[in-house]
């Protein structure tokens, strides 16, 4: 068995070793992004520790459902649990809780972020989650995982909220930078920049 805790105990001395390297090189502009980078990586590590560990390796779980087709523990089907309410609440919140983070992170570290390209690539990640989760079930020779095409629109609808807070956000804080007046720093000008990208979003919509 493959768990989350080994997964994290490889995966955070790599993150940590690859952000103190790249924040020492960084120019005082840069580092802001680079911390934003960091936090949200942990973020990501710990989607994926939440959502593809523990994976069963040793082959015993397998054998236990043999017989059983492959494709029995999925669904395909969008919206029809949610709308009829078979869908576990606490199962829709969390999957909701979980998109929320990269809906309001991702502003900080996309390139050039909009309300429509934080939403598309909080999509597509949370698309890639569930095609993880089908790969690893193939690879070990069972679905391990509920692969769950509702899981993706929860997911989504949580990045669309973290997109809206975001831009209440960036609302806030852009009337509170102008009382406040010029300078401040590397961390407010970082601010500035990316709370000025989120204007440009709501009023030309890409």
Do not use: K
């Given at each position: 068995m493959l768990t989350s805790e080994a997964f994290a105990a490889a995966a955070y001395p790599i993150l940590v070793v690859v952000f103190l390297a790249v924040f020492v090189r960084a120019g005082g502009?840069?580092?802001?992004?680079?911390?934003?980078?960091?936090?949200?990586?942990?973020?990501?590590?710990?989607?994926?520790?939440?959502?593809?560990?523990?994976?069963?390796?040793?082959?015993?779980?397998?054998?236990?459902?043999?017989?059983?087709?492959?494709?029995?523990?999925?669904?395909?089907?969008?919206?029809?649990?949610?709308?009829?309410?078979?869908?576990?609440a606490s199962e829709v919140i969390r999957n909701v809780a979980l998109g929320v983070p990269f809906g309001f992170g991702g502003w900080f570290v996309l390139r050039r972020p909009s309300a429509a390209r934080v939403l598309a690539a909080g999509s597509i990640a949370f698309v890639a989650v569930e095609l993880l989760q089908l790969a690893i079930?193939?690879?070990?020779?069972?679905?391990?995982?509920?692969?769950?095409?509702?899981?993706?629109?929860?997911?989504?609808a949580g990045v669309a909220v973290g997109v809206g807070a975001f831009l209440v956000f960036a609302r806030l804080w852009r009337a509170l930078d102008r009382g406040a007046g010029q300078g401040g720093g590397a961390n407010r000008e970082f601010l500035r920049s990316v709370t000025g990208r989120a204007a440009v979003s709501v009023r030309r919509p890409r």
């Open positions: 502009q840069q580092r802001p992004r680079v911390l934003c980078l960091a936090v949200f990586s942990v973020y990501l590590v710990e989607v994926l520790r939440l959502t593809l560990f523990p994976i069963p390796v040793d082959g015993s779980m397998a054998r236990s459902f043999a017989g059983i087709p492959f494709f029995t523990h999925s669904n395909p089907v969008p919206l029809t649990d949610l709308l009829q309410g078979r869908a576990d079930g193939w690879a070990v020779g069972f679905m391990y995982r509920v692969v769950d095409i509702n899981d993706v629109i929860l997911n989504a």
